[in-house]
C-alpha cells in the first residue's frame, strides 16, 4: 500500500521548513516509527518518522528543499521490504582513473562544497551507497584548516634543526584562517526577528536595580526542604521574578498586550516566554498561564524546557505564543543589557548578574547583593509612566515575596 509522506502541519507563526536531511534513501527497508526524515522550520527540528514498516520508494523534496506546511515530500510503500539493488559496479580497469567515479552528493553538501571550493576528489562519502553529507564536506573543510595552522610550525621545526645555532624567533600569530558555512534556518530567522522588532517597533528601555537579599535568604532557608517536598525541583531565582511579574502584568494590562494593525488586543490569560539558550540559539518556550502555577511548577517546567531546547526536541506547542517574555543574561554576567522585544509582544524583562553594592540604607553603608533590571517596551502602546510603575511593581514583590503569595 502506497503512502503519501507529508510535511507536518506548520502554525499560523510558522510560515514555512526546509528539509534538513533524509536518513532514509529510495528503495532502503524502513521500521515502523523509525526516522526517515529531519524537517528545520525557525523555530525546531521536526522528525518525520516512517508510518509503519516498508520502503521508502521517493523522495519529492530533497535536502535544501524549502516545503510548506502539509506539502507532500515523499511517498512510502507499506510492508514492502525489498531493498533496493546494488548499483553495478564496473571492473577496475588498471588505466581508469579514480575521478571517473561519479559521487552521490547531497543537496546540502554540494552547496558547502561551492562555497568552500571543494572538488569531487577531495570528499569521500560516508553516507549510504558512499553518499556524500555536510558532515563529510566540513571533515575537509576542517582538515584544511589544520593542515594551514600545522604548515608554519612544520616549517619553523626544520629550520630550527637545520640550523641548530641560529636562535630561532618565536611566532607570533599565524595565517588569518576563515571558515565560511551556511546559517541554520533557526539562526537567519532570530536575525529576522530582531531586525523587524529594532525597525517596526517604538522601543525603548526602563532600568531599576533590586535587593536580591531577601529572595536570596527565602531561598537558602527552604531550599532543601522544597527541594524534598517537590521530587528534586530546585527553586531558583526566575520562579520568583515570574510570579512577580504574572501579577504586575494583571495590574499593567497594557504591558501584556499586543498591536495587531490599527488594534490592540489585550489578553485575559498569562502565557510568560522565557528565553532559553541552545546550541541552535536562543529558543522562548512559554509556560502556559503563568500566573496558576507554583513556584515549583514553574521550575520544573523550566528545566524540562531546557533539557529538550539541548536535545532539538522542543515541539511547535512549546514555542508558540507567549504575552511577555522573561530573559535572563546574569547567568553568562551580564551586568547590564537593553533586551530586544520578541513581536508581537509589547515588553520584555532582562533580568542581570546579582552583584554586591554598597547601598545607603536608613542613613548607613550596607553591602547588599543587587541585581539590575531592565524591560524593554513598544512606547505606542506603553506609555513610560505604565512602563516604569511596572518595573516597580516587580521590585516591590521580589524584595518582599510575601506580596506576590498574598497579591499585593
Known amino acids: ?101 561519479e559521487l552521490i552528493i547531497s543537496p546540502a553538501a554540494k552547496k558547502m562544497m561551492a562555497e568552500n571550493t571543494i572538488t569531487d576528489s577531495e570528499v569521500k562519502g560516508s553516507g549510504k551507497a558512499g553518499r556524500v553529507t555536510k558532515e563529510d564536506v566540513q571533515a575537509v573543510i576542517d582538515q584544511r584548516a589544520s593542515a594551514a595552522v600545522a604548515a608554519p610550525v612544520a616549517s619553523a621545526a626544520v629550520a630550527s634543526s637545520a640550523a641548530p645555532s641560529v636562535p630561532m624567533p618565536a611566532l607570533i600569530g599565524g595565517d588569518r584562517l576563515e571558515r565560511r558555512v551556511p546559517m541554520t534556518r533557526l539562526r537567519a530567522r532570530i536575525a529576522e526577528r530582531l531586525l523587524t522588532a529594532t525597525q517596526t517597533t517604538a522601543m525603548l528601555t526602563t532600568f531599576n536595580e533590586v535587593n536580591m537579599q531577601p529572595v536570596m535568604e527565602l531561598r537558602a532557608k527552604y531550599k532543601a526542604q522544597f527541594e524534598k517536598a517537590h521530587n528534586g525541583t530546585r527553586l531558583g531565582f526566575m520562579s520568583f521574578f515570574v510570579r512577580a511579574a ?115 540604607v536608613n542613613g548607613e553603608v550596607k553591602i547588599l547583593p543587587m541585581m539590575n533590571l531592565a524591560l524593554s517596551y513598544d512606547h505606542r502602546l506603553i506609555d513610560g509612566k505604565d512602563a516604569v510603575q511596572f518595573l516597580v511593581a516587580i521590585k516591590d514583590m521580589i524584595e518582599d515575596p510575601a506580596r506576590i503569595l498574598l497579591e499585593l
Not at 519529492?60 to 515530500?73: A, F
Request: aromatic share 4%.
Open 1 to 101: 500500500m502506497s503512502i503519501e509522506i507529508k510535511a507536518p502541519s506548520f502554525p499560523e507563526s510558522v510560515a514555512d521548513g526546509t528539509v534538513a536531511t533524509w536518513h532514509k534513501q529510495v528503495g532502503e527497508p524502513c521500521g515502523r516509527d523509525e526516522l526517515i526524515a529531519d524537517i528545520e522550520t525557525d523555530k525546531v527540528v521536526i522528525e518525520i518518522n516512517a508510518p509503519s514498516e516498508g520502503t521508502l520508494t521517493e523522495i519529492i523534496k530533497p535536502e535544501g528543499e524549502i516545503i510548506l506546511s502539509n506539502e507532500l515530500i515523499a511517498r512510502f510503500e507499506a510492508g514492502a521490504v525489498a531493498v533496493a539493488p546494488a548499483p553495478a559496479v564496473a571492473e577496475p580497469v588498471a588505466d581508469q582513473a579514480q575521478t571517473d567515479v
Open 246 to 360: 504574572t501579577e504586575a502584568l494583571k495590574r499593567f494590562p497594557a504591558v501584556n498586550a499586543s498591536i495587531d494593525g490599527d488594534d490592540i488586543v489585550y489578553h485575559s490569560y498569562f502565557d510568560v516566554g522565557v528565553a532559553v539558550s541552545s546550541d541552535r540559539g536562543l529558543v522562548v518556550p512559554v509556560l502556559r498561564d503563568a500566573d496558576a502555577m507554583s513556584l515549583a511548577s514553574i521550575e520544573s517546567k523550566i528545566r524540562e524546557y531546557g533539557g529538550k531546547a539541548m536535545d532539538g526536541k522542543l515541539s511547535m506547542e512549546d514555542m508558540t505564543g507567549g504575552t511577555f517574555t522573561v530573559t535572563n543574561g546574569g547567568v553568562f554576567g551580564s551586568l547590564m543589557s537593553t533586551p530586544i522585544l520578541n513581536p508581537p509582544q509589547a515588553a520584555i524583562l532582562g533580568m542581570h548578574k546579582i552583584q554586591d553594592r554598597p547601598m545607603a
